[in-house]
């Protein structure tokens, strides 16, 4: 059982992880391609309409593969996870069908009229549907934020006379204070993705002197949207997801801090390696008092640590945890770092000529899809031995008569799958980058509008 258990586990880890590559970029996109819509309707500039449609196609791309991927994640919760969504489908089947059937359709809907209808719609109508299908993508977040955050902290449900979980408020469900914090915690995430990706190829065609004008543009929209989103996913909503941890999963924290012992004004640990068979932190680097002082903010404030919980409620992998929350918070602190520096030059006028800069930014791309996998590891890992925080755990939710043999045999099948999708994807997303803002494709455009005599920097 403990085998086939693992095996689902691992399984579900493996699609999740792989589909969440796509919509990161997608939603952190859907609010750039707004702002460059924004640009082109304010100034008349034929430049932003152009930029957009370039990153729509990259859109599209990441828009298909994300459906492609997330379909199997779909049908797991009945094939994987049997008596998990035999006990909980009344609660968690509302949320995920109000994924599907108002914020994917609308999204899906509205792409197409963006995609190929800009001719038709003119530059209002267009503008409205970039704006909705950022709003489809973000709603679409936030139902499978709800959900998440649901089994994270379950609320506004009662348990039936048959043991099933029944849906006691709807707006329970969907207000739920943990899911609020998680979601604008996530977003900005993806936000942080798409401008860190814009950015990137904005300095890709700097440093190569071509296509510069849209290389300007692509720059300084990623920088000046991702310092903002960069400092807001620290605080308020980082800070506010770690204290709904240490109220709500007190082991979860001691986990993700190393924290064995409890402690009065415990500290922050930096750096170290847990090591959990003698119930220490290795070579700690730490900051004393902080982490009393981030979570309640006081100096001396009591912190549990593992050994005051039961070892049947620790997490699974503590040393994952670990490891997975530190990459999550040092990679964070370096976008801050990495995005102040680059409003830095742009405000003193030398970000577009300073190839160190550029070099770093278009470097650091592959940085946020690690540290929001790093994030999500972190919250799932943490939340184990539990399924449902508190109500099931996860040993009693997969499906009993599918083996672990079945399992890995089809695991492997998804990973060859997934392997000749992510060698597709990066293929037709280096073509566009190839071609470049100006190749037009299919795709219909308006007429440049005669008064744009503005300049794009």
């Not at 924290?259 to 640990?269: M, N, T």
Request: aromatic share 14%; glycine share 10%.
């Amino acid at each position: 059982m403990g085998h086939a258990v693992d095996a689902h586990r691992l399984h579900f880890a493996f699609t999740v992880t792989f589909h969440y590559i796509f919509p990161q970029l997608t939603m952190g996109l859907a609010l750039l391609l707004v702002y460059l819509k924004t640009k082109a309707l304010r100034t008349g500039d034929e430049h932003y309409n152009r930029a957009a449609r370039f990153w729509a196609k990259i859109f599209g791309i990441n828009f298909a593969m994300g459906v492609v991927t997330g379909i199997p994640m779909e049908f797991q919760f009945g094939t994987n996870w049997a008596e998990f969504s035999k006990s909980a489908g009344g609660v968690i089947g509302q949320t995920l069908a109000m994924e599907g059937v108002f914020s994917f359709f609308l999204e899906s809907s509205f792409l197409g009229l963006f995609l190929f209808g800009e001719k038709k719609l003119g530059r209002i109508g267009h503008w409205i549907s970039a704006f909705l299908v950022w709003l489809g993508s973000w709603l679409s977040g936030y139902f499978i934020v709800a959900t998440d955050a649901w089994m994270q902290h379950p609320v506004a449900y009662h348990v039936g006379a048959n043991g099933q979980i029944e849906l006691a408020s709807f707006w329970g469900l969907l207000l739920n204070k943990w899911a609020l914090w998680q979601y604008a915690h996530t977003m900005l995430g993806a936000v942080q993705t798409g401008c860190f990706v814009m950015a990137a190829v904005g300095a890709f065609y700097l440093l190569t002197h071509r296509d510069e004008a849209y290389g300007r543009t692509f720059v300084k929209g990623g920088v000046l949207v991702g310092i903002v989103a960069a400092v807001l996913q620290l605080f308020p909503t980082g800070d506010m997801q770690g204290k709904l941890i240490a109220t709500h999963q007190p082991v979860t924290l001691a986990a993700m801090e190393g924290l064995f012992e409890s402690r009065d004004g415990a500290p922050l640990a930096i750096l170290g390696q847990p090591d959990v068979e003698h119930r220490k932190l290795d070579n700690p680097l730490e900051i004393p008092r902080m982490l009393s002082f981030l979570t309640y903010q006081k100096w001396k404030a009591n912190i549990k640590g593992l050994n005051d919980f039961p070892e049947d409620l620790w997490p699974d992998r503590i040393e994952m945890v670990y490891y997975s929350y530190h990459i999550m918070v040092g990679l964070g602190t370096i976008f801050i770092a990495v995005m102040a520096l680059a409003a830095l030059q742009l405000w003193r006028g030398k970000l577009f000529e300073s190839r160190w800069m550029l070099w770093l930014l278009m470097l650091s791309v592959p940085l946020p899809y690690i540290a929001n996998t790093a994030g999500w590891i972190t919250a799932e890992v943490g939340r184990q031995p539990w399924l449902i925080y508190g109500l099931m755990r996860t040993a009693h939710g997969s499906s009993p008569r599918v083996s672990a043999g079945n399992v890995w045999f089809t695991l492997l099948g998804f990973m060859g799958m997934y392997s000749v999708l992510a060698i597709l994807w990066l293929f037709l997303t280096w073509r566009e980058i190839e071609l470049g803002p100006e190749h037009t494709g299919h795709l219909p455009e308006v007429a440049p509008n005669p008064k744009t005599t503005r300049s794009r920097s």
